[in-house]
């Protein structure tokens, strides 16, 4: 517990998020179930359309991780150093979607391009077999 609380104030100086689609947030995604939930401080990107944003006090986001997993993967979309204000490569992981409340934010990093999100939606409905 003091370990997630020590993570929270070494970014505390991250600027209030922006609840908009494509922007990049740190969250918070403690507790998780088992290992196969995505958990840890980490980034993720905001999917969720801008009129939800406004009104819900959730926010759905596809979590960032930086772990080497499946390369060639179509759900696991690679996000390079800079974009969207991450400050590694890492995969937008699109097959673990999570909708969260927005007290789970930390702060924004940053956004990502038009042509990276429209990546990310194929990464989904392929994920969620909506294509």
Do not use: W
Not at 37 to 48: A, F, L, S, T, W
Not at 62 to 77: G, Q, T
Not at 83 to 112: H, Y
Request: glycine share 8%; hydrophobic share 35%.
């Amino acid at each position: 517990m003091k370990k997630t609380a020590k993570k929270k104030l070494k970014h505390s100086n991250l600027p209030k998020p922006k609840y908009a689609r494509g922007e990049v947030f740190l969250v918070n995604c403690e507790p998780h179930f088992d290992k196969y939930e995505i958990g840890k401080i980490r980034p993720g990107v905001n999917i969720q359309e801008d009129i939800a944003n406004e009104l819900s006090p959730n926010v759905t986001f596809v979590p960032f991780s930086a772990s080497n997993l499946k390369r060639n993967s179509l759900v696991h979309i690679p996000i390079g150093k800079g974009e969207g204000g991450v400050n590694k490569k890492c995969f937008a992981l699109c097959d673990q979607i999570r909708t969260i409340s927005k007290a789970r934010v930390i702060g924004r990093m940053g956004s990502l391009k038009k042509t990276k999100m429209d990546i990310i939606d194929e990464g989904i409905k392929i994920h969620l077999d909506l294509t």
